[in-house]
């Protein structure tokens, strides 16, 4: 059996990733929305696209070693419960941003490019969040 500490340990070194990641992909694809320059747009929608994806895999690992810790809570109570008010929801947005820009081949319209924009921003604050709540977590041990 696995020490509860290196769950700790092991849950702090995979969250750090994905949340890197998801800011990383909403300043890249904020760059390609607001370019005039094709090939430009073309690069960091590229890079916005391998984040996103990465940062989502990664988000697993992030999931399952939180869950091993908490023992399945859930939701749990108090700091616990902020800490996850945050990270589900920026959870299934991100595998959802990350499978709609798996599945997608051609440039989205300029609509689907906005509200993709829109979710991954709000993705990111809602990761931005759960990290802060997580750090609380810490505080509080």
């Known amino acids: 059996m696995i020490e509860p500490s290196v769950w700790s340990k092991l849950h702090g070194a995979a969250t750090h990733f994905p949340i890197a990641l998801m800011i990383i992909s909403a300043l890249c694809d904020g760059v390609s929305f607001f370019s005039n320059d094709a090939g430009l747009r073309r690069s960091y929608r590229f890079t916005g696209t391998l984040t996103i994806v990465l940062g989502a895999l990664g988000s697993y690992a992030a999931v399952l070693t939180g869950l091993v ?17 945050f990270i589900w929801p920026a959870f299934a947005l991100m595998t959802g941003l990350a499978t709609w ?8 319209s300029r609509k689907a490019a906005a509200i993709y924009l829109v979710l991954l921003i709000l993705s990111a604050g809602l990761v931005s969040g759960a990290g802060y709540w997580g750090g609380e977590l810490l505080n509080q041990g």
């Open 101 to 108: 820009r798996s599945v997608s081949s051609t440039e989205p």
């Open 69 to 85: 810790m908490t023992k399945g809570q859930i939701w749990g109570h108090a700091t616990l419960l902020h800490h996850h008010q």
